[in-house]
């Protein structure tokens, strides 16, 4: 698929770009590096958020999810550029979770309402998974392109960094002034971010195939182009 610019993404990057460098959080004359990173970090949480905007007529049980997804991806690019890494996992891992709750909960709305009525009811992330690779439509797509198993994996990665910090100065000041942008950190950051479009963008045009075709071929377009070529094949003739 053709890298040439997307117009749409294009003009919102020049956008948040502006208003980063208003808030402080970017330079006014950024370095290179920091706006590679900072382009693909958008170019990938905007493709997750284009879901809330595009699926229409979703149920309760299903749409919540999709609107949580939207709500962690629209964090991610400021909290990297501040040097919150451990932000990021968290937003990168919520995605994960909701992720799979949408594929569960779209299939089950009774038990949507129970974890809504009863506090103590819940669903682990391993029985979300358990779920996912046992779906009809996974059970096809998964020997061609390893979706759950790549979120699977990219969930157990995310926990590691996210349970694997230390703080090692009492007075907060100092420990917050030793919190700052970091490009190969961000590298890491998009790395995963970019395991986690690739992963949850596929599942979800799977799970919602026939919306997908209905999209403005734009839409259809950023969706499929954080996917690698063979994910999009795989969309393409499924």
Known sequence: MSKRPIPTVADDFAQVTSFLKERNIISA?????????AKHIHSFTYSLILWRFRLRNLPEHSKVFVEEIAS??????????????KTSKLLIRGIVENALRHVYFSDH?????????????????????????????FVKTEPKFAAVAQLI????????????????????RSALSKIAYDDDAAKQEVEKLKRCAEAVNFILAI???????????EDRRIILRSMPAHARSVWTHH
């Open 72 to 85: 962690d991806a629209l964090q991610i690019l400021p909290q990297i550029l501040m040097g919150y890494g």
């Open 109 to 137: 709305p009774i038990e949507f309402g129970r974890m809504n009525r009863d506090k103590k009811w819940y669903l682990s992330v391993t029985e979300l998974c358990d779920y996912a690779k046992i779906h009809p439509l």
């Open 29 to 37: 004359h950024p370095a290179a590096s920091l706006l590679v990173n």
């Open 207 to 217: 799970f919602h195939a026939d919306k997908v075709r209905a999209f403005a071929a």
């Open 153 to 172: 994996s990219l969930y157990s990665d995310l926990s590691g960094g996210v349970h694997g910090r230390s703080v090692r100065d009492l007075e907060m």
